[in-house]
Structure formats: C-alpha cells, structure tokens
C-alpha cells in the first residue's frame, strides 16, 4: 500500500472518531499559543465568497494552495472540484466534476482554468480520457515562468479509496497567460513514501522542494509523518537535486532525514512553507483529517531546525456530523491588520451534499496575527 492511499484509510478511521465526539459550535475556533491563553479567532466569510463565487470560476473544491503571480493576481490550485453555477446553495448533478482546475484571483474576480468542457487544468500526457490524472501539489514562480508540481494518480483498485499514487510531475507555464510550455517527471526515484512536491519554496536563487515522510504499516490511531527537504535550481528542477541530512546536503536520497524540530504533531500529506517577515514559516494541519488543529512551525533557513511550533486554530464544528476538515493552508500574499489569511478544506462523507449543499465541499478561511506566528 502506498503513502496516499495509506493517508486516506487513515484519514476515514479519523473521521469515524471525529464524529463521535462532542464538537464545538459556530464559526468560531480557538488559537493557542504556547499553552497561553486562547485567542478566539472568526471565520471570514466575506473573503470565502470572493474566492469562491457562485457563479463565477471554480465554485467548489479542495486543495487550495496558491501561488502570488507577478502582476498581483494569485492562482489557486484546486483538487477534484467543481465549476458549475450554484443557485440557492445548490448545483446541478449534471456538473462535472474535475480532477484538478485553476483558480485566478484577481482583486475580487475570478476565473476557472480547464482544458476543455469535460478536461482538468493539468492532464497527464498519453492520458487525454484521465485515467491517470493529477492532484496538484505547491508551486512558485520564478521571472516569467509558472512552476506547479502535481501528483500522477491512478484507479488501482475498486471503490472511492482505490487511488494510488505513481509519481510527480512539474508543469512550467508561461505567464501571464498561464499557458502551458513542458511537462516532466521530477528526478526522485526513491521510496514512494516520501511523496516530494508537497511544499514548495523559491529562496535565494534555489528551488526547496518538501515532502510529507510517513512510514506504512503504521498504527492509525498514532500516525508518524514528518518532513524531508530537497534543493535544486530551476536549470536542473527535472533533472538533479539534492537531499538534506541533517547536516548537510547529499545527492543520495536515502541519505534524506526528517527535519528537526517538527515530530510534536503528524504532518498532513498537504502543508506550506512561506517566508514571512524574513523568517521561513511552515503551516500544516494535524495529519488526522478531521482533528481540526492548525498548526505553525518557524525557521530562520528554509530546512530549519524548525521552533516557535505552535497551535493556531481548531476548526470548528460547523453544523453538520457529516461534514469534516483537512488541509489548511497559509496565503501570505493576503494580508491585512497585520493579519495573514489561511484556510482550511471542507468535505463530506454523503457525497451527495456536495450537490444539495455546496457549502459542505468549499474552504473556510480566517485572519491570523502575523506577531503570533514568528515572535
């Protein structure tokens, strides 16, 4: 069993649980700093409408890392979602829904990139019916040039958690346009539970490349999953990188080890890292999807040692059993009131809600104060 299918029987069991318990209500969740008093922290719903509209661009989905583009737009990169008019808080269940889409923002307007009517974003090349497909992982941009990196996936066996997981690709486009100008395999050969392109970074004339490290065969209910780091140059992003050890950098993968200061909480299969305020910020859910905690780590080089971890949100209960979180991410580029915004993805276990309900499969978003994150 590979690391994403072993994620999502791990995250099921943890939705089992999740629902069992005794959730809290409302739009409001709880920050913690440090065993300090809570900070009460307002989902923004103002915000969660511009981004993902009614009737415009992508009207629901997952994924949601985004990408600050040059000219001041942000892309955001979505799973399987939805681009379909909403009319009462309902769609269609004719929508199609696809595998991967873009989200441009652009100060309140937005708009869906697809390949056509019934055609993600991104396709895998030799693939035009999707058979295999692409869930996105992070990206950055460097001069002129879009750089996304998406997970090739594949129907190995029957059901809803019969993916698998075969490799990465980087997709480089041109901007502004966001056309696409090549595809290829990133040059990671080695074990495919370290699933690299999870996280990424641009600093310093040098491509970070993060990946989610979880062994198999683990005990669900005390899941390990840590964060090993790579390092290349957009020259050689398909063809050479490097490992950090520790202590140094090794052109041997196997020589990669987990990055210090991160093994207080489960890493979640997608995280960020960011640079803020000139200090290098990781943000990550707790790995168990729908534990709800929100987690900040903080670095002063992009593969730490990593400190300052701390938890910022627990998503709240949000009025539905069925209904659980995952994912959050960090949005730097949207900042007010000394505040970052972040997110988080919703979803739900009657897959029939993501028509009858559309709230139940779109993001929720909050401000956070950047001070808390990096003092």
Not at 34 to 52: M, Q, R, S, V, Y
Not at 204 to 212: D, H, S
Not at 257 to 272: D, K, T
Request: hydrophobic share 35%.
């Amino acid at each position: 069993m590979n690391y994403l299918t072993l994620t999502r029987h791990i995250a099921l069991l943890s939705v089992l649980i999740c629902l069992v318990t005794s959730p809290s209500c409302g739009d409001k969740g709880k920050g913690k700093e440090d065993g300090n008093d809570d900070l009460e922290i307002k989902l923004d719903p103002e915000i969660a409408k511009k981004i993902i509209q009614d009737d415009a661009g992508v009207t629901a989905g997952d994924g949601m890392y985004s990408i600050p583009l040059p000219d001041g737009r942000s892309i955001f990169l979505m799973g399987d979602s939805y681009t379909g008019k909403v009319t009462n808080g309902r769609r269609s269940t004719n929508d199609h829904m696809f595998r991967n889409t873009y989200q441009v923002y652009d100060n309140g307007k937005v708009s869906a990139i697809t390949t056509g009517e019934d055609h993600s974003a991104a396709i895998p090349p030799g693939f035009p019916d999707e058979r295999r497909w692409y869930w996105p992982g992070h990206g950055f941009v460097v001069g002129s040039t879009l750089y996304i990196f998406q997970f090739q996936m594949y129907q190995g066996s029957e059901g809803a958690w019969g993916f698998r997981y075969l490799d990465t690709h980087v997709l480089e486009y041109s901007l502004p346009k966001i056309e696409l100008i090549k595809d290829y395999r990133i040059p990671y050969t080695g074990s495919p539970e370290a699933v690299y392109g999870a996280a990424a970074l641009y600093d310093g004339g040098k491509v970070y490349v993060y990946a989610q490290y979880e062994k198999a065969n683990q005990d669900p209910f005390n899941v390990v999953s840590q964060v090993l780091c790579a390092r290349t140059t957009v020259e050689n992003l398909g063809t050479e990188w490097e490992y950090y050890t520790g202590s140094d950098w090794s052109k041997d993968s196997s020589k990669a080890a987990p990055l210090m200061g991160l093994s207080s909480f489960p890493i979640s299969s997608q995280f960020n890292v960011f640079k803020l305020r000139g200090k290098y910020v990781l943000l990550s859910q707790h790995k168990m999807l729908g534990d709800g905690r929100i987690y900040t780590a903080v670095a002063d080089t992009p593969y730490g040692p990593w400190h300052n971890v701390r938890q910022i949100f627990k998503t709240p209960y949000l009025g539905n059993q069925n209904w659980f979180t995952y994912n959050a991410m960090g949005h730097p580029q949207f900042e007010k009131d000394g505040k970052i915004l972040v997110s988080f993805n919703v979803n739900t276990n009657e897959f029939s809600e993501q028509f009858t309900n559309v709230e139940s499969y779109r993001p929720r978003f909050f401000w956070y104060p950047i001070d808390k994150i990096i003092q």
